[in-house]
């Protein structure tokens, strides 16, 4: 690529900042095959945690008639 960037011009309508929530605790770990326990699904968290990942989403409550509930959750 040549050239340079064309200029920035900020948009008003935009929000000046955004959150971007880390849900691979939730999401990732259901998707699983194999059954993780407690104490490694704790461990991640922490991990994501440390690393300066924030808010992590570590698991939700669902009604069971809208889907299967997440198993060992508390």
Do not use: N, W
Not at 41 to 50: C, P, V
């Amino acid at each position: 690529m040549t050239g340079s960037f064309p200029a920035l011009h900020p948009d008003t309508g935009l929000p000046t900042s955004v959150t971007v929530y880390e849900v691979g605790p939730r999401d990732g770990l259901q998707a699983e095959a194999a059954f993780v326990p407690t104490d490694l699904k704790i461990s991640f968290i922490r991990d994501l945690l440390a690393a300066g990942l924030s808010p992590v989403e570590a698991s939700e409550l669902r009604v069971a008639e809208v889907g299967p509930p997440a198993g060992r959750c508390r």
